[in-house]
């Protein structure tokens, strides 16, 4: 199982639920799972877009209650560990896509960096390391290579 | 997503492994979604029963890698967290059932039991609390009304 | 430092608090700090003893608030992580010490013993691989020889 | 007791390490118990200036051994849990207190501010939230009276 983890904040504007869907929708076409962190916002509207072209949606919650996830969460992991959480997502994910967001993004960009792990930003928190992207397609396209090429 | 645990030793015998794999199927005819530790013994022959039928099975690994899974597990969740992600087994599952198993079954059993949720067991550990069946088809029976009952 | 952790239910009986007083108080005497779940009873007991004695008392809490914690831990560690925080009790003890004790004990219990920590029992759950003592000074002295032995 | 945890690089050049160790001091001189990750770096500097002037230390470590703690460590709490442990340095902290740092010390910035923590910072990521301060005397002047205060 190829899988990418789409961060980004609990609320949102449309400009970003949009890119958020879309980016979603092209990583399921790919056939890899999307991970979030199972709640509203980019988190809901990635997953949306995920589940309805047919893709796994995974969402690592912070909560004991399953019923937490949003409806386009395929497999809730309830974790009752709150943002400590977050550092599961990008565990569970072979590379990170943050979309807007802010500190709990922000916390995951971070641990993913410390980590290893590739950062594509849309959008973002301006910080050295992620590498910036300016659309959906081009997002998922730079994901989709650098996942499958490992 | 209804979800049951199923929980056992990393190594076991034939028996333990025909009655883990039998379990594991007839829960996904069920379309319950079979989450385990996600390495071998009783968890590689309830994934493997559960994948064999077509259902969802999940593994929650101690290690950070995904390739860590045995090859029945559908969806990955490294957690590099150990032994400590046996709680995280208890909290994704909405009852779990016990094949065999050792000291870490019993950590998961007495978490479960702490937390209220139902351990049914077979051939396991005789704590008071556990319900304990005699056949593969006996537990899923009773796992399945405990589940959809709710 | 050299650590025992002392695991016991929240709630219990005179005779089980006066035991684990005494065994607070006696590793206080030498020199080995005192670990628990930070709450009451038998934590609560523990940390007492310890703390009148002059040692040092660490409370690893299930909730976010050092508040919590009852008034003989000297350092509060609160983890948000519910009753996942018993593997961080386990994994910050040299041994481990059981008095009287649940479910949750019986988790720590289990834990310690599958990660090869050793387990000191008065009067709690009988499980193959725990060392039975019959008083506070043979608990502690058996701790001590273990602890300061390695 | 009241926390500040020190976060910052595990290797730092002689200004920042210097600059940590000062904090530490003036902290422990307050009566704050410093709590750091207890590594090398600003973590050990940190906890030098502290230890040297009778404070106490606690440090959380990613690891699950002790021993890996820095010698100005007086309570290490060994996690296992890796960089996950970051969360629960700052859920032990009162306010976080950066000092330069890398990704590391962002994610505990970031967990900081999402949680509603005072986050002052000194020569390190510029984060809207971060409250900045020039010197050590300033940081501490500052921290002491957001702690005490509360």
Redesign the interface.
Known sequence: ?K?AGIIGAGKADKELLELAEEVGRLLAKEGI?VITGGLGGVMEAASRGAFLEGG?T?G?LPT?K?EDANPYV???????????R???IV??SDLLIAIGG???T??EI??A???GKKVIGLKTWN?P?IIECHSAEEAVRLATSLIKGK
């Open positions: 199982m899988t799972t796994i995974v690592i004991l399953k395929k497999i809730p992991i309830p974790t009752g560990m709150g943002e400590m977050n550092a599961l565990r569970a802010e500190y709990g922000l916390s971070a641990l960096l410390k980590t910080i390391g």
